[in-house]
């Protein structure tokens, strides 16, 4: 093919980002109240795409899902469907009804979801500083999703951003970098309450909550200390939990620096996120093999394969999450031949192929 100056310079440009279709103030509640709103930021086509849900800090008394940046951008063209909601504010509602507004707004959002191109079983729940505890409390504390007739089932993961109130009395006991009668502002002076709203207090085997990714700024002693505690009893529970600590940012830079190329948090966001679409359960892998997969549609249904072990033959081996092994062997870049599970103890078996 012969390149024109024209075409030379028309690949010489970078490519435009498609702009996101955008929804905004959508109700969901009734009567509308502004408060009770969020807008959905969807890629121009497609279907089926996770879902990120945003809620925003603010002290649980003030902010505005406005406060979003350049996220819809960044994660719309990552393929992602992103929202960002509103809720009502302490001292004109309880804790407990603030996380009432954010149950239903996941509700809203898993019933219309189709509407704008997203999944309804692949939420990804997000959010920064009070949203942070918001998020972790809603990802741990099913009775807010069982009341909207929803389970755990359908979150894929939370990233809870630079929060230290994971286990609330034990914070106020601490001598941390917020003073203690700012938290009893809004969890009162009784520890049973405060017990109720931490997140920490719903871990247990079983109860199917979703992967964390926790970030945090660096030299914040109090939230280092908690996010590393709520970390231990997720992980204790059976739940995949990694702690992030983001050096050299600020409360306000971890959250308005997400999406930025060469920012940590960033790269860790995004390695969780292709990690919790595609889990690394046997039971995943099973679902998916078909005698089609080639290496590059085996990277594109699993994601990028731990190590090659082959020798003159391709062997894609995958590490699972209890400790064992998926090895894909391919002869060169023709489609699959076999597909094994390494239990933990060497004993293989093959896996059908469908």
Not at 5 to 34: C, G, H, Q, T, W
Request: charged content about 25%.
């Amino acid at each position: 093919m012969r390149i024109t100056p024209l075409l030379f310079l028309l690949l010489s440009l970078p490519l435009i980002a498609a702009e996101p279709k955008v929804l905004r103030d959508m109700a969901y509640a009734e009567p509308k109240n502004e408060r009770q709103t969020l807008d959905v930021y969807s890629p121009p086509e497609g279907k089926d795409r996770p879902i990120i849900f945003w809620i925003h800090g603010g002290g649980w008394k003030r902010g505005d899902k406005k406060e979003v940046q350049k996220k819809p951008q960044i994660f719309v063209d990552k393929g992602f469907v992103f929202v960002a909601t509103n809720y009502r504010f302490v001292p004109n509602v309880t804790v407990k009804e603030m996380m009432g507004d954010i149950a239903k707004a996941i509700r809203f959002v898993h019933d219309h979801a189709s509407d704008y191109g997203g999944d309804p079983k692949s939420i990804i729940v997000m959010g920064h500083s009070s949203g942070a505890h918001l998020a972790a409390l809603v990802c741990t504390d099913e009775s807010y999703l069982k009341a909207e007739k929803l389970s755990f089932s359908i979150l894929k993961g939370c990233v809870p951003v630079d929060v230290s109130a994971y286990d609330i009395p034990k914070l106020l006991k601490a001598s941390g970098s917020v003073p203690p009668e700012t938290y009893k502002a809004i969890f009162t002076d009784k520890e049973e309450t405060q017990r109720e709203f931490s997140p920490v207090s719903y871990v247990a085997k079983g109860k199917d909550i979703p992967s964390f990714l926790i970030l945090h700024v660096a030299d914040r002693a109090d939230t280092k200390a908690q996010s590393q505690l709520f970390a231990e009893h997720l992980k204790t529970a059976g739940v995949s939990a990694k702690v992030v600590a983001a050096e050299g940012k600020t409360h306000g830079t971890i959250n308005s620096d997400l999406g930025k190329p060469d920012d940590v948090p960033t790269k860790a966001l995004f390695e969780f996120l292709e990690r919790v679409q595609k889990p690394r359960t046997l039971e995943f892998f099973k679902t998916k093999l078909d005698k089609t997969l080639t290496p590059a549609k085996a990277e594109i249904v699993f994601g990028k394969a731990d190590r090659n072990i082959g020798s003159g033959l391709i062997i894609y081996e995958y590490d699972l999450d209890d400790g064992s092994k998926v090895r894909l062997s391919f002869p060169g870049f023709a489609p699959i031949v076999t597909a094994r599970h390494v239990a933990k103890d060497g004993k293989t078996e093959e896996l059908p192929l469908k």
